[in-house]
Every structure is written in structure tokens, then in C-alpha cells.
């Protein structure tokens, strides 16, 4: 038998409130540089033009995620949201790249910050916009299971880290006078966001390839699992589980007594699958009845599933 999770959530209104923020912190970092002349500060806005980029194909993303399956997507659509994170990490690192290209430009050419403490002020301002957006963002990922949103707050919170790091690095510039300095801050910048770059990809890539679920959502279900087993009478096995967006696909053998009724093994599956999404958001479980005593039974149970305890 196989259950269906509940129709896919829109929640790209917490994307288009990502885009409003990002264009909000484009107009302040940029107008920052303007004032500075600090190629820290427009390395800052920069990286916000990333965001405003990977917002708007957030909220495309979510709104393909956010329809139902049907005959051609019959599992839905809510990989689609991995796409979005993986480019937001790919586009980090054209970010990155274009940075320390303009950063290489000033060690070779130098030119001098200016109206500094207005520049941090306005910065500082942009900051606080991505915080807040942040908060909101990463808590509706944790809730929805959005990798999207979830890849959207990471980016924003290292925007964060980034313009500290640029403000502090413009403040020494105006203590020392060194102009080298300012450039060179802009370098440690971009290798910043380039680690997270690669994060957000390598997460992105594993959603992709049908990960499992986390070791403490599996332990779940094998406790739901066990605390149904019976020795000789029934027994599981064959678990697997996946991951695919925000939704938890659970697939298991569920071995029972050989004169059951059709009825009995199915309603016995159901009360299964009940107290399995009860415990997981967003599961959709299958699960294959068979009898305990057949030897049929135990020869489609290759190696990579998940052990349960019979």
C-alpha cells in the first residue's frame, strides 16, 4: 500500500520577502560605496545582487514545488528546490570571482576611502534588514523543511558576517590610512563566501541523489516499528527513506502472520503509516505486506536498507 502526503505548501511569500530585502540592501551597500569609494563596501553589494538573483529563482522553485503531482510528476515537484540552492551556491562563486577581481584592481591602482563613518552607517542599516530576513527565512525552513529557504538564510547570514567583516576592515582603514587594507579585506571576503558556496552545493547535491533521511528521523521509525514486532508472528525490513525537498519518502516490508485477511494486513499497514506521519512531517510512506512464513518473503532485501531490528 502507499500513502500520500498532504498537498505540497506555497510558501514562496517567504521568497518574495527575500527579494524585497535584497533590493533594499543593494540600494544601502551600494550607495555606501558611493560615498566611501571602498571596494570592501561594494564587494558587500555585490554579494546582495547574489541574493536578489537566487531569491527570485527561489520563489520560482517554490511555486513549481508547491504543485501537486500528477501524471507526469507523479512523485511531485518538490525537487525543484534543490536546483535553487544548488545555483545559489554556483552563483556565490561568480560573486566571489568578481571580487577579488576588483579587489586585485585596487591593490593596483590604490585610491583612498572616503566619509567613512556615513558609509558604515548605511551599511550597518543593510545589515540589520538581513537579519531579520534571515531569522524569518532559516525558521520557515526548519518548519517547512525547505532546502530553499534554508539555503537562502545560510547566504544572508553570511551577508552578515560579511558586512562585519567589511566594516571592520573600513574602520582600520580610517585609523591606519593604509588603502592596501581595504582591498585585502574585500580578498577575505570573497574565500568567506566561497566556503559557504560549497556547502550549499554539496548539500544541494546530496538532495539530489536521493539522500537519506537523518540518522534520527530513521531511528523513528524503527522504534515505531519495533514497538510492533512480535518474534515469529511480525517482523520488518527493507527500510529505506529518502529525501526530496521538504517531503520524506518511507518505503518498508512488513512481514505478518500467513492467515491474515487482506483486510487485516491492510489495516494493519494503515495504523503504520498513521503513526508514522504522526511522528514525520510531510511523509509519504509505502509499505509492502507480506507473509512471515513464505521464503519469498526474504530474498529482495539487497545490501544499503537500513537495518531494523526483527
Known sequence: MHSSSRSPRNISTYAWLSVVAAIATIALKYTAYEITGSVSLLSDAMESVVNLVAAIVAVISLKLAAQPANARYTFGRAKAEYFSAALEGAMIFGAAALIIFSAIGRIL???????IGLGILVSLVAGLINLATGLVLFR?????HSPSLTA???HLFTDIVTSLGVIIGVGLVALT???????IVAIIVALNIIYVGIGLMR????????????????QTIVAILAAHSHPRMIAFHGLQT???G???FIKFDALVPDSWTVKKGHDFAEMLVTQIKEALDDAVVTV???PINDPESYKDIPQGFIPLED
Open 140 to 144: 520557515a525552513g526548519r518548519r517547512y
Open 177 to 183: 590610512h593604509w588603502v592596501y587594507l581595504d582591498p
Open 203 to 218: 548539500d544541494a547535491l546530496a538532495g539530489l541523489m536521493d539522500v537519506a533521511l537523518p540518522d534520527s528521523e530513521n
Open 109 to 115: 591602482h590604490p585610491a583612498p576611502v572616503e566619509s
Open 246 to 248: 521538504h517531503q520524506r
Open 288 to 290: 509492502h505486506v507480506e
Open 242 to 244: 529518502r529525501v526530496s
Open 152 to 154: 537562502d538564510a545560510h
